[in-house]
T-cell receptor
Framework: NAGVMQNPRHLVRRRGQEARLRCSPMKGHSHVYWYRQLPEEGLKFMVYLQKENIIDESGMPKERFSAEFPKEGPSILRIQQVVRGDSAAYFC???????????FGDGTRLSIL | RKEVEQDPGPFNVPEGATVAFNCTYSNSASQSFFWYRQDCRKEPKLLMSVYSSGNEDGRFTAQLNRASQYISLLIRDSKLSDSATYLCVVNIGGGSNYKLTFGKGTLLTVNP
């Protein structure tokens, strides 16, 4: 019974490059959430998606960041033209249609050189 | 005022001690409440949901006071393995918006 799968675990990018983070939800879960944890900070909500729909993206920066959860395949969080301030741990969670409980993946640690 | 506010900590306690964490939330329309734990910047793991009637899971007891907008977690007979950051988490979204809002966390270290 696989849990939430995120990859890669660690990602290093140079300023100006693109970062793609992937998340496969738990089996039977149709809702995906992305959260970001900056160094020494708490987790902050970024975006909430269901299959092919963005439900709430109020926590996602308006520029350079985008997210999708296609009909087939994992959810993708995409960061274009990365900057040093994007360095953080990005956690994906999934839940059943009831919204609870949310289970988290191991996270992707993004480092920007 | 922060949406979810926790004791800043850190807490250092000996094995066997009882420790209590407190948390307040600002949005009275909040619907669901949880305690998660996070070890050394790993992924948050659900410890327990919190219900209005209060609930217990082994050594852990959670309480919710909706009138005061206050949540607590009590750990009895603490173990070394309880050392972690404890996160107070609230679903403020309302309706079918299930996004979670996290407190900054309280670090607990249980010492031998």
């Amino acid at each position: 019974n696989a849990g939430v799968m995120q990859n890669p675990r660690h990602l290093v990018r140079r300023r100006g490059q693109e970062a793609r983070l992937r998340c496969s939800p738990m089996k039977g879960h149709s809702h995906v959430y992305w959260y970001r944890q900056l160094p020494e900070e708490g987790l902050k909500f970024m975006v909430y998606l269901q299959k092919e729909n963005i439900i709430d993206e109020s926590g996602m920066p308006k520029e350079r960041f985008s997210a999708e959860f296609p009909k087939e395949g994992p959810s993708i969080l995409r960061i274009q033209q990365v900057v040093r301030g994007d360095s953080a741990a990005y956690f994906c969670a999934s839940s059943p249609p009831t919204g609870s409980p949310q289970h988290f993946g191991d996270g992707t640690r993004l480092s920007i050189l | 005022r922060k949406e979810v506010e926790q004791d800043p900590g850190p807490f250092n306690v000996p094995e066997g001690a009882t420790v209590a964490f407190n948390c307040t939330y600002s949005n009275s329309a909040s619907q669901s409440f949880f305690w998660y734990r996070q070890d050394c910047r790993k992924e948050p793991k659900l410890l327990m949901s919190v219900y209005s009637s209060g609930n217990e899971d082994g050594r852990f007891t959670a309480q919710l006071n909706r009138a005061s907008q206050y949540i607590s977690l009590l750990i009895r007979d603490s173990k070394l393995s309880d050392s972690a950051t404890y996160l107070c988490v609230v679903n403020i979204g309302g309706g079918s918006n299930y996004k979670l809002t996290f407190g900054k966390g309280t670090l607990l270290t249980v010492n031998p």
